[in-house]
């Protein structure tokens, strides 16, 4: 049978970190094909079920003599490293950039960390909430009368984290192609909030968002808000534009339309609006709008979501493990499925250069990991 070539066919990577934002990030390069070995050891956990898929376990204490050694070979055959530990961790274990790239100089060194390498808070602890907090997004979040809104922990551990480091190790990776060297990669979440929050910052304080829970896509504009529905279930409206606004006042049975922009006539259309939807269930309103291209969609719950036709259309097999990461390919394949088998590991393992005896005391069959350690310290 003729192998299946993946975008990154035959890129190794090594992934030292935990929790959510490098094992997403290293989940994306495994459902573009790379070959990524997850090194755990000491007190530190392996990530949790949703970060599995198509990568290998293996237990390196690094600091022993005999797991140092075995790590190094690893390093040794590897394109890419990503690590998440605080800046003086790494050199005091002897796994830094500049000692790592003085054995393999092709070696791409991703560090991936809340506050970067360098600066004042470098060395200080934190999670996504103080990261989005940092960067104004949690600031402009949330009712103008409330706290910000903590938008899950999407923003900086999956975009501004996961998403962003990866992004850098496919730049890096191609830029090697022509110099022939790696690099050192400091991937701060902090940083890649301030890039996703580029367009706001000029926005604010303008109309367009004059402050938290204020101005068109903050939740006070009547046509482009969540409404409840007579079953408390919700639908998300966001009929920006003057062509589907007018869809959706015809779609709402109203006559004459206003001008939408006209902030004079918010308050009065937001409570026809709260008024009218909350006349019919969720689900009656989206059949009701559908294809009248009012930008009128139902908002789901996490356990809906791979039930609703259309994400079922594209993703037959359902379920989110089945859903690949990245962007569909037209040529090349993409996504895959689990955890590989400890048999498969152990193959990819004696190729790189271990020995059998190692690759007996340190292989993970992934059905025994039970979760992540808190606090994931090496």
Not at 178 to 191: E, F, I, K, N
Not at 309 to 336: E, M
Not at 364 to 371: F, L
Request: negative net charge.
């Amino acid at each position: 049978m003729t192998e299946k070539k993946t975008i990154l066919n035959g890129t190794l990577v090594l992934d030292l970190s935990r929790l959510a934002p490098g094992p997403y990030g290293s989940m994306l390069l495994a459902d573009m094909g790379a070959d990524v070995v997850v090194i755990g050891g000491g007190r530190s956990g392996l990530p949790i079920e949703s970060y599995r898929r198509g990568k290998h376990f293996i237990y390196l204490d690094m600091k022993s003599e005999a797991g140092l050694a075995a790590f190094l070979q690893l390093v040794d055959k590897a394109d890419v490293l990503i690590e998440g530990f605080r800046p003086d961790v790494k050199k005091r274990l002897g796994i830094d950039y500049e000692t790592l790239s003085a054995r393999n100089p092709g070696l791409i060194y991703c560090s991936l960390t809340g506050y970067g390498q360098e600066g004042p808070l470098a060395q200080e602890a934190g999670h996504d909430i103080n990261y989005v907090g940092m960067s104004g997004a949690l600031g402009a979040m949330g009712p103008a009368d409330g706290v910000p809104a903590i938008p899950l922990n999407i923003i900086a551990d999956f975009a501004a984290g996961g998403l962003y480091a990866a992004y850098a190790i496919l730049g890096a990776l191609l830029e090697r192609q022509r110099s022939g060297l790696g690099q050192s990669l400091d991937v701060a979440m902090v940083d890649g909030c301030l890039s996703l929050m580029a367009m706001h910052y000029s926005d604010w304080g303008q109309p367009v968002l004059p402050s938290r829970g204020k101005g068109l896509m903050a939740g006070e504009a009547p046509f482009y808000r969540c409404y409840a529905c007579k079953d408390g279930q919700y639908v998300a409206v966001g009929a920006l534009e003057t062509a589907f606004f007018k869809n959706l006042w015809k779609g709402l049975s109203l006559e004459q339309p206003p001008d939408h922009m006209d902030k004079r006539t918010w308050p009065a259309m937001t409570d026809q609006f709260e008024a009218l939807f909350a006349s019919r269930t969720r689900d009656e309103w989206v059949a009701h709008f559908k294809g009248l291209d009012a930008c009128v969609t139902p908002v789901l719950s996490p356990d809906e979501v791979f039930e609703h036709p259309h994400i079922k259309s594209r993703f037959p097999q359902g379920g989110a493990a089945c859903v690949p990461a990245i962007p569909l390919y037209s040529r090349t394949p993409v996504g895959g499925q689990g955890a590989q088998a400890a048999q498969e590991s152990a193959e990819l393992f004696r190729r790189l250069g271990l020995s059998d005896d190692v690759i007996k005391h340190s292989l993970v069959n992934h059905t025994e990991v039970t979760g992540l350690v808190w606090p994931p310290i090496l």
